[in-house]
């Protein structure tokens, strides 16, 4: 019987298929090596995003940015994120630096902070104020990461036998009631120019304020002041500076010393509470609620749009919001996360409120710089005769009675701090000059009836001129002879029209000649130009006020000078140079 055999070729074939399997195998192996090596991200070209975000929020954007990062490397995408703790009105002093302008309040930029690719401020009222002065300067709109209402801060001591605290509602009406019968009552603020909780409480106290009148415009006028003044006298630059003026101590004497009310987020309030202070701190959800402090994300960089945008999805989820709760923060919808210590009465979400237009904020921080900075001002106003021209927008008064009126308002904002003075102008009113002096410049503690007569008392000349050149000169004259180091010492001019002096006196050049010899920089002068109506000329008051410090301001329709006389006012807490 024959055995069977393989063939040869059978053989060589089974030989071959084996030798070519481990080629495979190696060819592979060696793919896969190599494919291991090289496909991990070197990060050589990463994309690198700057964030710029206040401390309140900072540290849960860090969390939540480094996991981002590394979830983005393992799937080969680079992107290195940097988030950078930077104050909010920091960062917006410097985007206005970028248009050559200032925010009021805010002041010049810190030559050291950066605008980053990204900027998530605390409130929508930087974005709103930056409009105001360069309308291209942040995008339209921007989405909230975050928010956290402003409460009515309170030692709970305090909140529970004044307030009736938690079960009795609070209205803000009811609070401006308390704050001016009861003189124990101690508000507080933090800087509103410069911090959006201080600007959201400002601005809810003043409309209730002026609501509390009920339609009476003086009463309205004289609440909303004494309650400005009074949140002026307890006011600090910084909020944990204002958390340190509340009650050390329970006891009677601790409470009448400690501070009393303050508009604060539910965030401060938390965290201060988290640290066992001798004194625990209510937050009151008062009526109306101010505007929450929303935390907008800003795309400002135009060259990693799309990873800000990836960046901006990773914030919108429940991890972010847990990582927000831990530390005090509600999510963009108002809803909190995980770790979130709600405080007594506090609603379980937000109602988004409208950001108001900005030159609503701009007129509120007007009255509030004006009423906070200690001032030496000269208000030297035009009585030529074109100051009887009527005006149509203001009911057929002239010019003179609403100038006059926008000045006493402003003066009702003054506190006796303040020192003024009272001139008039027109041509040949004191013998040969074309000035003359009603009050000269002292303080309002002593003299406000004086002044107050005065302005009662100015009555336009009815065939005078506008020498206003010689009268700029004398009165910045007048006003450096008495410079005070510890206020910010002003002139401010109010006409209806152009230099015109029959007389001669000096040209605009020889006017700006004589400012410059007489400006002396380490005794500064704001010289600030109010114009009134169509007729003024704006070119040569700018020309004035850019040469030695200052602003000039016009106001086309004359029924709008008093706003325009707080814009003007405003500009005292500026650090505005010559040009």
């Known amino acids: ?38 496909s991990q991200p070197s990060c050589g070209a990463s994309t690198k995003l700057t964030v710029s975000a206040p401390a309140d929020i900072a540290p849960a954007l860090k969390q939540q940015v480094a996991d981002w990062s590394n979830q983005a490397k393992s799937d080969g995408n680079c992107v290195d994120v940097e988030v950078i703790e930077a104050a909010s009105a920091d960062v917006a002093a ?73 079960q009795t509602k609070i209205k803000y009406t009811d609070l401006i009631g308390k704050v001016a019968g009861d003189q124990k009552v101690k508000l507080g603020i ?16 003043a409309a209730a304020a002026t609501a509390s009148a009920g339609g009476n415009q003086t009463q309205a006028t004289q609440t909303a002041t004494a309650a400005l003044r009074a949140l002026a006298a307890g006011r600090s630059s910084l909020r944990d500076d204002l958390m340190q003026k509340f009650p050390r101590g329970s006891d009677p004497q601790a409470l009448s010393a400690g501070l009393t009310v303050a508009p604060l987020s539910e965030q401060a ?37 799309a990873a800000a945008e990836q960046l901006l999805k990773v914030l919108s989820g429940d991890q972010f919001r847990d990582r927000l709760g831990a530390i005090g923060l509600r999510g963009s919808d108002g809803v909190a996360g995980k770790g979130f210590q709600t405080p007594t009465g506090a609603p379980s979400a937000l109602t988004a409120g409208q950001v108001p237009e900005a030159a609503t904020i701009e007129a509120l921080l007007g009255k509030w710089q004006a009423i906070t900075l200690p001032a030496r001002m000269l208000a030297v106003i ?47 009113l004191d013998g040969a000059k074309d000035y003359k002096q009603l009050v000269p410049i002292g303080p309002l503690v002593s003299q406000r009836n004086q ?73 500064p002068i704001q010289v600030i130009l109010i114009g009134i109506g169509d007729k003024v000329g704006e070119g040569a008051m700018r020309q004035i006020t850019d040469a030695v410090g200052g602003g000039t301001f016009v106001a086309p329709d004359p029924a709008k000078i008093g706003d325009i006389f707080l814009q ?7 650090a505005v140079q010559p040009k």
């Not at 709109?141 to 402003?150: G, L, N």
Request: charged letters at 15%; proline letters at 6%.
């Open 1 to 38: 019987m024959k055995g069977r055999h393989r063939s040869a070729g059978s053989s060589g074939a089974a030989l071959k298929m084996g030798a070519a399997a481990v080629a495979v195998l190696v060819v592979l192996a060696g793919s896969w090596y190599a494919f291991q090596k090289y």
């Open 94 to 166: 410097a985007i206005a630096a970028t248009s050559k302008k200032s925010l009021t309040g805010v002041g010049q930029a810190n030559g050291k902070t950066r605008i980053p690719d990204v900027w998530v401020p605390d409130s929508s009222l930087w974005l709103q104020r930056l409009r105001a002065v360069n309308p291209a300067g942040v995008p339209a709109s921007a989405k909230s990461i975050a928010r956290s209402p402003i409460v009515v801060a309170v030692p709970e001591p305090i909140a529970t036998t004044s307030f009736g605290w938690p």
């Open 190 to 205: 933090v800087e509103p120019s410069r911090d959006s909780t201080g600007l959201a409480g400002l601005m809810t106290l």
């Open 269 to 305: 309030v938390i965290q201060y509470n988290a640290q066992q202070p001798p004194v625990r701190i209510a937050a009151i959800y008062a009526e109306p609620a101010p505007l929450a402090l929303d935390y907008p994300f800003v795309i400002l960089g135009k060259e990693h749009t």
């Open 382 to 428: 035009d009585v030529s005769g074109s100051m009887l021209t009527k005006v149509p927008t203001a009911g057929g008064a002239d010019r003179m009675t609403v100038t006059l009126e926008a000045a006493r308002r402003g003066m009702q904002l003054f506190d006796d701090s303040w020192a003024l003075g009272v001139w008039t102008f027109s041509t040949q």
């Open 451 to 523: 002044c107050l007569q005065a302005l009662q008392s100015i009555r336009p000349k009815q065939n005078g001129d506008t020498a206003l050149y010689d009268t700029i000169l004398a009165g910045y004259k007048t006003v450096q002879s008495g410079w005070d180091q510890g206020r910010i010492n002003s002139l401010i001019v109010m006409t209806d029209g152009e230099n015109d002096d029959p007389a001669g006196g000096l040209s605009l050049e020889q006017l700006i000649a004589e400012l410059k010899a007489a400006a002396d920089p380490a005794k």
């Open 568 to 574: 003007a006012i405003s500009l005292r807490g500026q």
